[in-house]
């Protein structure tokens, strides 16, 4: 499966100024980091899609299982975890790690 390439939040453009596509690990991780990046409603044709960070009220539980469940949207994924590193006071920072139906692992 391919899909467009993001570089940056734009599209990405490969060696010949073509609209360059992404397979494999990078498009999984791509679309796994579109998907849990989402706000919940944001998508008019897949209002489902997405997490509601405005109720999050602050519970790594929710938000872990939010993510986890967004990511496992994405095909290709068979597996998602993630861990957090604590930034500061009510601040935290999320590594999803995607195993792949091939079990490759790759982090997002």
Same mark, same amino acid.
């Given at each position: 499966?391919?899909?467009?390439?993001?570089?940056?939040?734009?599209?990405?453009? %490969?060696?010949?100024?073509?609209? $360059?596509?992404? #397979?494999? !690990?990078?498009?999984?991780?791509?679309?796994? &980091?579109?998907? +849990?990046?989402?706000?919940?409603?944001?998508?008019?044709?897949?209002?489902?899609?997405?997490? %509601?960070?405005?109720?999050?009220? $602050?519970?790594? #539980?929710? !938000?872990?299982?939010?993510?986890?469940?967004? &990511?496992?949207? +994405?095909?290709?994924?068979?597996?998602?975890?993630?861990?957090?590193?604590?930034?500061?006071?009510?601040?935290?920072?999320?590594?999803?790690?995607?195993?792949?139906?091939?079990?490759?692992?790759?982090?997002?």
């Amino acid at each position: 499966m391919k899909t467009i390439g993001l570089e940056n939040n734009d599209l990405y453009v %490969d060696e010949y100024n073509n609209i $360059g596509v992404k #397979e494999g !690990l990078p498009r999984l991780a791509q679309d796994v &980091a579109s998907s +849990v990046k989402v706000w919940k409603g944001e998508l008019p044709r897949d209002v489902m899609r997405g997490i %509601d960070y405005n109720d999050i009220d $602050g519970l790594q #539980e929710t !938000l872990n299982h939010d993510i986890i469940e967004q &990511a496992n949207l +994405v095909e290709g994924v068979s597996e998602v975890t993630v861990e957090y590193e604590r930034k500061g006071n009510r601040e935290l920072d999320p590594t999803i790690y995607v195993k792949s139906e091939d079990g490759e692992v790759v982090e997002v």
